[in-house]
């Protein structure tokens, strides 16, 4: 698992092989390539966890009492590189908390759209097709409630 050893966050390979935004360095007299992290926007090299998973749940477990809590210990080996920037961690965590709001609010706003029935507010409805408002109509003409009406709601009945 590779993570920006200045902000923490996990870095997916597929990201720095596509669209990663790159500089080349000269280190040493020997060309680095520097990749920009997605989250706190700095140029780094990523560098690769010294164990898996498993381990840092089993460390979270041990020391915080949840394996949930496996990301602090993965930022203690990160410091280690001293290149962790606290300050660069909290924007980056900001960033994709408001990321995650926005999100949820476009979700939330998609429901807000939906139809609903205006019986019981149920979405569980169904668009009454032509074919059942012609036959409706021949059989009772006008009075009939499919002939007249656009959706039927699925829980209560109710057509509208």
């Not at 935004?21 to 680095?32: H, M, P, Q, R």
């Not at 990749?35 to 020391?63: G, T, W």
């Not at 602090?72 to 900001?94: C, H, Q, R, S, T």
């Not at 408001?98 to 139809?115: E, H, S, V």
């Amino acid at each position: 698992m590779l993570r920006c050893p200045i902000c923490g966050s996990e870095v997916n390979p597929l990201y720095l092989k596509t669209i990663a935004e790159t500089k080349t360095e000269l280190v040493d007299g020997e060309e680095i390539t520097k990749y920009k992290c997605n989250d706190c926007h700095s140029f780094m090299s990523p560098v690769e966890l010294k164990h898996d998973f498993q381990y840092y749940h089993d460390k979270a477990e041990e020391i915080y009492g949840s394996r949930w809590r496996d990301i602090l210990v993965i930022l203690d080996e990160i410091k280690e590189y001293g290149l962790f920037d606290e300050e660069k961690y909290k924007l980056a965590g900001d960033a994709q908390s408001a990321w995650i709001n926005a999100y949820n609010q476009r979700i939330q706003q998609a429901d807000n759209n939906k139809p609903k029935c205006p019986t019981c507010s149920s979405t569980n409805i169904q668009k009454i097709s032509t074919t059942s408002k012609v036959v409706g109509a021949s059989l009772f003409g006008l009075f009939s409630k499919n002939a007249t009406s656009q959706f039927k709601c699925n829980n209560c009945g109710y057509k509208w």
